[in-house]
């Protein structure tokens, strides 16, 4: 490739904040799928993640698509996502991530991946990444005008009242919030120069394992449950982020609860080795990296936590949960899906042609 910029490149990322901010901003719905930057000169397209890594092999479709739609040479920055029906899914997309040729065909042809253009970082021989963003945004939406599906260019908007209905109602659609990007601002490779505004809510779970941390000998995070319709317990995340110091206490404080024979456990059926090929054991390999350690300790499921997410992704948190305080009061068979507040579901085709 013979581009102003060149992958591996870093994108810019943004800071969590509790509101959204006042100013000269635009807006856009923060978009819950694999961050993306494509470079294309010519036949040639490359796709790189936010770590910086290939993601080109995992979706044939998109490359075609950007081929079809993107300027000769270029190189913009969206997103790549799935849609199933009405909603953003999430689930479809990790399974994308395949090492088998074949089911990365067969994929690409069941669930269709599609990218969401939000920044241009150079066209032609130009690299517009000293460019304020407003600039930036009014030649993205120029360039492509005339994309097609499945290539979108993201809604945007100045008005704060917009946002704040936009940070309401989208979340139906799996949107994950709002993003604000300063109008002014150059883009800035791996450097958090734009503000993330992202839901939180609480839910009590059952606490019915734990990991260990990766340095060893202390609890990394807490394996979260909820009881369904039927009264099984389904793990639904993990709760983490704790100071050294506390995952050293933890490991003392749930040693009366830890077991020994999984007979009994409500997750004892998902230590078999089919279990682990649903992706919903909390011991399975992950997609990701095949050396981390995911081993679990079995607990009583007699604990129950609150914790503070952000949302819902089918039955499981989207997101790691993050700890607030233990709930002695609370009986462990009384925390159900039925406590979460799901948001009126909206419908993604009327969030694109924005």
Known sequence: MHLPLSPPLGPMLAKSVKGI???????????????????????????????EKPLTRYFPEVV???????????????EVVIMTGEQLDFEALLQRIHPAKSRVDLLAAETPASFIAFDLLAVDDESLVSTPFAQRRERLTTLLADVQPPVYVTPGTDDLAVAREWFEVFEGAGLDGVVA???AGPYQPDVRAMYKIKHERTADCVVAGYRWHKSGGVVGSLLLGLYDDSGALQHVGVAASFPMKRRAELVDELSPYAVEDL?????????????????RLPGAVSRWNAKK????VPLRPELVVEVAYDHMEGTRFRHTAQ????????????CTYEQLDRPVRFDLAEILSA
């Open 64 to 78: 075609a698509a950007l081929k079809e739609n993107l300027p000769e040479r270029c190189v913009v920055d969206g």
């Open 323 to 334: 700890f607030r305080r233990w709930r002695p009061d609370r009986e462990p068979r009384s």
């Open 263 to 279: 007979a009994g456990h409500p997750w004892a059926a998902w230590a078999e080795a089919d279990a682990q090929a649903t992706g």
């Open 181 to 183: 990007k300063p109008l």
């Open 21 to 51: 901010p006042e100013g000269d901003y635009l807006y856009e719905p923060k978009w819950d799928g694999f961050r993306c930057i494509a470079f294309r000169d010519g036949d040639e397209v490359e796709l790189s993640s936010r770590g």
């Open 293 to 296: 350690d995911l081993s679990w």
